[in-house]
């Protein structure tokens, strides 16, 4: 059984930082394509980063500079260090794996999600 548990969403001040983990199980983290999507009030499903098998790792224009994907192959985790956060990304966070490694940007290419954990960022 597959399972992902986010953490570390909570509400910060624009400007500031957070940083979200994904616990994996059932999977390797090493060997299998991961993401970070969200999803904001009212608003689609949007790609924020992913990282594939070899290391590659891609990053939405809108978070470029700003967010940092990287994982943990010896605790099986993957991190979102989201920095100079602002207002607008506010949204809840979802962690996904794919059965493949191939970096993908699109939420059909993955097969497994988290529940979410919630960012708020204040003005």
């Known amino acids: 059984q597959v399972q992902l548990v986010e953490s570390g969403g909570g509400l910060v001040q624009a400007g500031g930082s957070l940083r979200l983990s994904c616990a994996v199980s059932?999977?390797?983290?090493?060997?299998?394509?991961m993401a970070w999507f969200r999803q904001a009030p009212g608003k689609e499903r949007e790609f924020v980063s992913a990282i594939g098998r070899y290391g590659l790792s891609t990053t939405a224009d809108s978070v470029k500079g700003r967010f940092t994907i990287s994982r943990d192959n010896a605790k099986n985790t993957v991190s979102l260090q989201m920095n100079s956060l602002k207002p607008e990304d506010t949204a809840i966070y979802y962690c996904?794996?794919?059965?493949?490694?191939?970096?993908?940007?699109?939420?059909?290419?993955?097969?497994?999600w988290g529940q979410g954990t919630q960012v708020t960022v204040s003005s």
């Open positions: 996904a794996a794919s059965d493949t490694g191939l970096l993908r940007t699109t939420g059909v290419s993955y097969d497994y």
């Open positions: 059932g999977r390797t983290v090493s060997r299998n394509a």
